[in-house]
């Protein structure tokens, strides 16, 4: 089945499946169509009477998701037609879904029918990339990144991403639990933050539970099977990411430490730079800009796993003076910025809030 | 089963129907925290956006509730207005109650009227919405209806970083609050540990400033250059408008709003410690009308909540810091009255008498209600086993004298 993701361009193909006439006392056979593209609801078979009296008192009718203990219909409008109720839900009816319509006119016998809403092809969805991706992370990383295939449903990363001991014991509550989960836009980037509080060394946690991430250990991230997509469809099985512990890494970030490549004008290599700590891949696709000769931004593929950073360019390198531009609020996985380390001390705050340019000549 | 005629009847019907009657698209892509200025502005968290929405409401029809009973404060019985409320809204929006996310709850205190921000769906197409409970029902608020102005707090998708394909940065807004002509805006960014306060004018102009806040953290026994603030709100403290704030991991700061300059890094004054692996929700102002005293109420997610008088959280001395200084790991600083709240999900006060909560019930969680209860103390009777509720138990303060409530 042709399937279009977009809310406005919809197209459900097939449609409805049963009617069930209750015992009808109507003046004729009463039926219900779906025009999905409309997304009406058309009932024929009404009387000319019938109809105004459905049109004059809309509550006689009830539009429901199956199965549901309330007795309130849904939010519609009805219209008439030349022959029929146009019944126009306020929401689309939901895919895979059952609804029941109901009439229920005085003195006559009432009238159902249920209505079943062609489902999407659901895919499973798959975990398909884990940042940061680097065989050691430092023990105070304080973001993980979870990408996955298909929109996931919000509300359950909580209760179905666990983080577990190599022996296999859970480490409990590493994660901040905020009531928002931490989405992109597309809800298949998910972003788990590691409490603050169990991240500081030495205090807190430590004197209970100990810190979330030990160095020199070892810990799986496991995604449950039960983790499911949007449209409903669970992981399927449970999916495990090792993480290795390293030191924690606990200073400013200094750009003079990271070594650029500089490609010679007239080739198509990229601008490459090694960075000495592992940098958040999402604040390094945002916030390192290349600015040619000319002022403007160079607007080249940008690649980064966090430990580098690369940008190819659109056309071969003209030579000049590039410019490389970091925003100060550029982070390293452990959250430290250009002003401060993560644990900074007192009036650590506040040290940079100008941009820092560093030249790339290209010859 | 449907015969061909009708079939064909439908396509034809599908060319004489250009357009919907419902001939709006909502402004929401998401509604998360909720807020009203002193009149009837509403103000929408919206981070999938990253705007702050401003709906004067005036013109929508707000409705006065007054005839509306919450309980009898004066026996401590509050009164539940809804069973199941993800039951009845799922009704009303044809979904499933897994499929209704309520994320945030206001009382508009000059009609009492509460409204909801929910959610339709739990993936990124979740249509968001706005509902107001009137009189004992819920309606779908036509926002439409509504002035509509927008002020952007984060990144939003702009030509430039559509074109160079990078994900975005968002405000998950987890904080709105309106005072004196300015509201404030607090959130958790998915790419920025970052403890920015964003501050702006309403009515919205260019102006936005933002603040860094520096705090000692009693917990790390060192100073916490940067958390987000989760919950927030302005009090006025020893005569000066001051902001107090809940951060992630449970300080209570207060910081004289004068002080939150564009740009400026501000050193809070940390004067209490809500305890270690505990996540506030909300933090909202009332009055006690038995001693007349002002206060704060705190609810989290992992504790009961907590009652904070502003006379002590303006008198509190800042907690200890500096060297020597040990950790500290359960509640602190400023004295707190514990509530005996449970389950609280969303909470706000409607006036000296009553809060109303968004809560799981005490007897059965999966039961999510909309519930009052009486001030000063959010304790309603019926949900505690207490002597005074047993039929031959001992009721020294005549509250089965009292007549039956007769609700509307």
């Known amino acids: 089945m042709h399937q279009m993701t977009q809310k406005p361009f919809w197209v459900w193909q097939v449609l409805i499946a049963t009617l069930i006439f209750v015992q009808s006392a109507f003046a004729e056979e009463i039926s219900v169509q779906f025009d999905a593209a409309e997304e009406i609801l058309v009932i024929h078979g009404l009387s000319p009477s019938e109809q105004s009296e459905l049109l004059a008192k809309p509550d006689f009718l009830r539009l429901q998701i199956a199965g549901q203990s309330s007795a309130r219909s849904m939010l519609m409008k009805l219209a008439g037609a030349e022959d029929a109720v146009h019944v126009h839900p306020r929401f689309s009816l939901r895919h895979g879904k059952q609804y029941v319509l109901a009439i229920s006119l005085p003195d006559r016998e009432g009238f159902e029918t249920k209505l079943l809403v062609a489902d999407d092809i659901r895919k499973p969805p798959r975990l398909v990339k884990f940042e940061p991706s680097h065989a050691v992370i430092p023990a105070n990383i304080l973001r993980l990144y979870l990408m996955f295939s298909e929109p996931i449903a919000r509300g359950q990363a909580g209760k179905f991403v666990t983080l577990h001991h190599s022996d296999g014991t859970i480490v409990q509550s590493p994660f901040l639990n905020l009531s928002t989960e931490l989405w992109d836009q597309s809800q298949k980037r998910l972003t788990l933050l590691f409490d603050p509080g169990r991240m500081k060394e030495g205090v807190g946690p430590n004197v209970s539970a100990g810190p979330p991430l030990e160095p020199g250990e070892s810990y799986r991230l496991v995604v449950s099977g039960d983790l499911e997509s949007a449209a409903g469809e669970p992981v399927g099985q449970d999916v495990a990411v090792s993480l290795r512990i390293g030191h924690a890494k606990n200073d400013p970030i200094n750009p003079q430490e990271w070594e650029i490549q500089m490609p010679k004008a007239g080739s198509k290599e990229p601008v490459s730079i ?90 | 089963m449907f015969s061909t005629k009708s079939l064909f009847a439908a396509s034809a019907l599908a060319f004489t129907l250009t357009t919907s009657v419902f001939a709006q698209d909502s402004v929401l892509e998401s509604a998360g925290a909720l807020a009203f200025d002193d009149g009837n502005v509403l103000f929408v968290g919206d981070g999938e956006a990253g705007l702050v929405h401003a709906f004067d409401l005036t013109s929508y029809g707000l409705s006065d509730q007054k005839n509306y009973r919450l309980g009898r404060a004066q026996t401590f019985e509050g009164r539940t207005i809804f069973n199941n409320l993800d039951h009845e809204i799922g009704a009303l929006i044809g979904v499933e109650p897994e499929d209704v996310i309520i994320n945030d709850m206001v009382v508009h205190k000059e009609t009492r009227q509460v409204f909801l921000s929910v959610h339709r769906g739990r993936g990124p197409d979740a249509e968001a919405m706005i509902i107001a409970v009137n009189n004992g029902n819920l309606e779908l608020v036509d926002l439409n209806s509504a002035t509509h102005s927008s002020k952007s707090v984060g990144p939003v998708p702009t030509t430039e970083t559509l074109e160079f394909g990078q994900t975005l940065n968002m405000l998950a807004i987890t904080d709105i609050d309106y005072y004196n002509g300015e509201i404030l805006v607090a959130g958790v960014s998915n790419e920025e540990f970052s403890s920015k306060l964003r501050r702006m004018p309403y009515p919205f102009t260019d102006e936005i400033s933002t603040s860094s806040v520096e705090i000692w953290h009693a917990v790390h026994a060192q100073y916490e250059t940067r958390a ?14 001051t902001l107090v704030a809940v951060y992630a991991c449970t300080p209570i700061v207060r910081i004289p709003l004068s002080e939150l300059k564009d740009g400026a890094q501000v050193r809070g004054t940390m004067i209490g410690e809500m305890g270690f692996g505990n996540t506030p929700l909300d933090i909202v102002p009332y009055t006690n009308s038995w001693d007349k005293s002002e206060n704060v109420v705190v609810t989290n997610t992992n504790r009961s909540a907590a009652s904070l008088s502003l006379e002590a959280l303006a008198s509190a001395e800042a907690m200890p810091h500096g060297e020597g200084v040990k950790p500290v790991f359960s509640v602190a600083g400023v004295q707190q009255f514990q509530l005996p709240m449970s389950g609280t999900l969303h909470l706000d006060t409607v006036d000296d008498a009553f809060a109303v909560v968004v809560r799981r019930s005490p007897e059965d969680p999966r039961n999510i209600q909309l519930h009052t209860l009486p001030l000063p103390f959010f304790f309603d009777r019926a949900d505690h086993v207490v002597e005074m509720n047993f039929e031959d138990g001992p009721d020294p303060f005549g509250y089965k004298s009292a007549p039956p409530l007769d609700y509307n």
Do not use: C
């Not at chain 1, 002022?295 to 796993?305: C, E, F, L, S």
């Open chain 1, 274 to 363: 090694a960075f000495d700590r592992i940098i958040d891949t999402a604040a390094a696709r945002r916030m390192l800009k290349l600015v040619g000769p000319d002022g403007y931004r160079v607007p080249g593929g940008i690649h980064t796993d966090g430990g580098g950073w690369s940008i190819f360019p659109p056309a071969i390198w003209k030579a000049g003076l590039y410019t490389l531009e970091i925003d100060p609020e550029l982070e390293d996985v452990s959250g430290n910025n250009l002003r401060t380390a993560f644990d900074g001390g007192e009036g650590a705050i506040g040290k940079v809030t100008e941009p820092i340019f560093m030249n790339v000549p290209i010859d």
């Open chain 2, 228 to 241: 987000p603030i989760i919950s927030q709100t302005v009090a006025m403290l020893n005569g000066e408008p």
